[in-house]
Nanobody, 123 residues
Framework: QVQLVESGGGLGQAGGSLRVSCSAP????????MGWFRQAPGKEREFVAG????????YYADFVQGRFIISRDKAKRTVYLQMNNLKSEDTAVYFC????????????????WGQGTQVTVSS
């Protein structure tokens, strides 16, 4: 069983920033694309951002483009999602995910999931 462990998040204010982190086992981190998804109450889980195994390519949902940044630190085996200019509609449980491929681009290829971390944005 793959363990993806998220941390960070919590309560933020509209217009402010928060960061969530996700650590992954070496055999996943060193070869797979990673990503972040979110699920708001009453809504389906949706893709937020993905990053290739090397960190050289990243992909974003339109609704976070220009506000969120996904990155990865190889030494720490950690993927980050920096969330800036937060909006109330960003309130959701954020899930870290690992892909079956190296790109982090194909949404349907994400197979491994973290337990989720709550992000709440107050207006």
């Amino acid at each position: 069983q793959v363990q993806l462990v998220e941390s960070g998040g919590g309560l933020g204010q509209a217009g402010g920033s928060l960061r969530v982190s996700c650590s992954a086992p070496t055999w996943i981190f060193d070869s797979r694309g990673m990503g972040w998804f979110r699920q708001a109450p009453g809504k389906e889980r949706e893709f937020v951002a993905g990053v290739s195994w090397s960190g050289g390519s990243s992909y974003y949902a339109d609704f976070v483009q220009g506000r969120f940044i996904i990155s990865r630190d190889k030494a720490k085996r950690t993927v980050y999602l920096q969330m800036n200019n937060l909006k109330s509609e960003d309130t959701a449980v954020y899930f870290c995910a690992a892909s079956m491929d190296s790109s982090g681009k194909v949404i349907t290829n994400f197979r491994y999931w973290g337990q989720g971390t709550q992000v709440t944005v107050s207006s």
